[in-house]
């Protein structure tokens, strides 16, 4: 029997659901794949055809966080310097991330990190190639040529220190975070002025 492809599409949702019901209520680390696939009232081999670990649900859940921060930063674009739109971008995924903070840890340490290798499910990857793509987007805007996949790097490698920092940030409404993602944004443009010899 074939698998349509809005069906394909009901199971995924479901697995999502029940994986953040589960998170939320008992935690990452106590939830096991077979407590998400029998909370989807699937059979655990099916979950695997979608999703290769715990770390991977959390990081589509991110993407759709992620994807709603975009469109809503999309609509209200700030028009400041290069430093101003960043923070702009990455506040606004923060916001939108704060549900799934307390199981991010897992996800930074192994999908979104910087030397995490590609997986099958593509999610860390999709996730850091959009973010990429944006970020070049404004650099560009602010007339600065096609980033060098170092400056790439070392831009992914600041906004997951800003994540990790982010998630253990107790500070009152982790103003803490601001101030570390102003410095490292402030950082990232001034490496990036000299590297290309703009004295702006």
Do not use: C
């Not at 998400?36 to 699937?42: D, E, L, V």
């Not at 991010?104 to 910087?114: A, H, K």
């Amino acid at each position: 029997m074939r698998i349509t492809s809005e069906k394909k599409e009901a199971t995924r949702r479901q697995i999502i659901e029940a994986a953040l019901a589960l998170f939320r209520s008992r935690g990452f680390e106590a939830t096991t794949t077979r407590d998400i696939a029998r909370a989807a009232s699937i059979a655990t081999g099916t979950l695997f055809n979608y999703f290769e670990t715990k770390e991977s649900l959390v990081t589509a859940l991110a993407s759709e966080a992620l994807a709603k921060a975009r469109a809503a930063s999309h609509s209200q674009a700030v028009d400041g310097t290069l430093e101003e739109e960043l923070f702009a971008l990455v506040a606004a995924e923060l916001r939108q991330l704060k549900p799934l903070r307390a199981f991010l840890t897992p996800v930074l340490e192994t999908v979104l990190s910087p030397l995490a290798s590609v997986r099958r499910d593509g999610d860390g990857e999709t996730f850091r190639l959009e973010h990429l793509e944006i970020v070049s987007a404004i650099a560009r805007k602010h007339e600065f040529a096609d980033l060098s996949p170092v400056a790439l790097q070392m831009y992914w490698a600041l906004y997951t220190g800003v994540l990790a920092f982010w998630v253990a940030d107790k500070s009152s409404r982790q103003e803490d975070t601001l101030a570390f993602l102003d410095q490292s944004l402030n950082m990232f443009a001034g490496w990036i002025r000299s590297s290309t010899g703009d004295s702006r």
